[in-house]
């Protein structure tokens, strides 16, 4: 996978380092070619990497020397932010829904995908003022930003890699693969693969993290056994 085919709104990258983990939102560093011009920093902003296509938004950027050094965060960067505390009454029962909506609401965020289940709380429920995201870690949620920018309360589906691939390292400590394979877009949190190479048994990912370098791309896959 060339770096020809990384790109941030088109401008082509450099360096970059995208995490995707099994819960939150995927957060990137990017080094462009050229500059990007201000009014595109303030606006949605496209990552390209790898046969992934990720909408996110600007946490923070610079411009030096005709290039444009970006850190990027999936979705419009609002579940990092301080929401006041709220209270919630309901005889038939407060929803973790109701909570995490009014969240996604307040914090500037779309929820595309609900919760799987959704019991009550109970008659009442303390929102405490912290991050939009740790609420949503106090409901229990296993949130996760989609490639088009909006959450999905979900976990990441299960399934099994079967797109061929080659590991190229292995850190048996801390149980991470880094592979080869010419479909980098394949590996997901939440997939499942084996190797006649590694040890026995299927490697669960937990986190992706790929590195976009001169001429070549990067696979680590953090795993459990």
């Not at 920093?41 to 296509?53: D, R």
């Not at 009550?120 to 989609?146: F, H, I």
């Amino acid at each position: 996978m060339s770096v020809a085919e990384s790109s941030v709104n088109a401008h082509r990258i450099r360096l970059a380092r995208l995490t995707v983990p099994r819960i939150g939102a995927w957060l990137a560093d990017a080094w462009t070619d050229d500059e990007i011009p201000d009014t595109e920093l303030a606006e949605p902003m496209t990552l390209t990497v790898a046969g992934l296509s990720l909408v996110g938004s600007l946490v923070r950027g610079e411009t030096w020397q005709g290039s444009t050094r970006v850190r990027l965060v999936g979705g419009k960067g609002g579940w990092r932010r301080r929401l006041p505390a709220r209270w919630y009454v309901s005889d038939a029962g407060v929803r973790a829904s109701q909570v995490a909506a009014d969240v996604a609401t307040e914090c500037g965020e779309t929820i595309s995908q609900g919760l799987a289940s959704d019991p009550p709380l109970g008659a009442w429920y303390a929102r405490q003022a912290w991050s939009a995201s740790r609420t949503l870690a106090q409901l229990g949620c296993p949130w996760r930003v989609l490639d088009d920018g909006t959450t999905s309360l979900q976990a990441w589906p299960a399934s099994r890699i079967g797109t061929t691939f080659d590991p190229t390292a292995y850190d048996a400590a801390r149980c991470i693969v880094e592979l080869a394979t010419d479909t980098p877009s394949d590996w997901r949190p939440g997939r499942v693969f084996s190797y006649p190479r590694l040890p026995d048994g299927d490697f669960a990912i937990s986190d992706v993290v790929m590195t976009v370098e001169p001429g070549k791309l990067r696979v680590q896959a953090w795993c459990t056994r």
